[in-house]
């Protein structure tokens, strides 16, 4: 079994809409939870990170984490044209730094 | 703040030489770096994390006598494919940072190494 498992998609989706992503995972360590968003042969850029379960907002940007189920998520409002890329979930434990990342998920949003 | 620079973007070079790849925490000192290669369409792939004034650590599977790491410096780390290969061909991502400062793990641009 994967450490994480992420749905690869394709995902489109037309503008304005309200986007879900999602990502589980099986290690009971992982306490920092983190979303990138990765352009076309460019590196992955962070969007959001969040410590242990909750939600966190900001901007048009959601992540939750529901550490009871092992599941994040990502949710965007308002898709843009320019919100389209890969999107990464990655996991790491308290102590360590090695980061567990998901397939990513490829998002379209069509104007 | 946490900006992770990495050059060259892109390099081709031919079967059998090497080439080397800088990455740089511009703003903060880092005293660990994690290299990560991704091929097209798949997800990140850890391949060592570097660690400075002493021997990288590399993952299961990753031939440390070909991919030669170096952080001689807080703020330099360096990852050198030797004697490349087609098969090397990919994209190869550094990283660095931490949780301390708040910014988490801060991805360099990447480089796209093709040989041929």
């Known amino acids: 079994q994967k450490e994480v498992e992420q749905d690869p998609g394709p995902l489109s989706v037309p503008e304005g809409a309200i986007v879900s992503l999602n990502c589980t995972y099986s290690n009971s360590a992982f306490q920092y939870f983190m979303w990138y968003r990765q352009y076309s042969r460019k590196g992955p850029e962070l969007l959001m990170y969040t410590y242990s379960s909750g939600n966190k907002e900001d901007g048009r940007f959601t992540a939750q984490v529901d550490k009871s189920s092992k599941y994040i998520s990502l949710f965007i409002r308002d898709s843009q044209p320019s919100d389209s890329a890969t999107y990464l979930c990655?996991?790491?434990?308290?102590?360590?730094?090695?980061?567990?990342f998901g397939t990513g998920t490829s998002l379209t949003v069509i104007p | 703040g946490a900006v992770v620079s990495q050059h060259p973007s892109w390099v081709i070079c031919k079967s059998g030489t090497s080439v080397k790849i800088e990455c740089r925490s511009l703003d903060f000192q880092a005293t660990t770096m994690f290299w990560y290669r991704q091929f097209p369409k798949q997800s990140l792939m850890l391949m060592a994390t570097s660690n400075e004034g002493s021997k990288a650590t590399y993952e299961q599977g990753v031939e440390k006598d070909k991919f030669l790491i170096n952080h001689a410096s807080l703020t330099l780390s360096t990852l050198t494919v030797t004697s490349a290969h087609p098969e090397d061909s990919s994209f190869y991502i550094c990283s660095a940072g931490g949780w301390a400062g708040g910014h988490g793990y801060t991805f360099g641009s990447g480089t796209r190494l093709t040989v041929v």
């Open positions: 990655a996991m790491s434990s308290r102590t360590g730094n090695q980061f567990y």
